[in-house]
């Protein structure tokens, strides 16, 4: 079983521990937007969605939530 402990809510938060999770919403269209959770497994996929956000959130075309820290409970 997998749990979720909040890291942060600052979208350019340095993280060191991997992997963890980032949680933003995707707006397809005005009003109409999904929760998305995207699994980061390194500092190179970390860098290349804070590029994308970047892009994105000034168009509306997504909404940034926070990073979650992983905890694998056996």
Wanted: glycine fraction near 2%; proline fraction near 4%; include cysteine.
């Amino acid at each position: 079983m997998m749990s979720e402990e909040l890291i942060s809510f600052r979208k350019d938060y340095s993280i060191s521990s991997f992997p963890v999770a980032v949680k933003f919403y995707q707006c397809l269209e005005i009003g109409r937007c999904t929760l998305l959770s995207r699994l980061l497994h390194s500092p190179q996929e970390l860098r290349a969605f804070q590029r994308e956000l970047t892009t994105r959130e000034p168009h509306g075309e997504w909404m940034f939530l926070a990073y979650y820290e992983l905890d694998r409970a056996d």
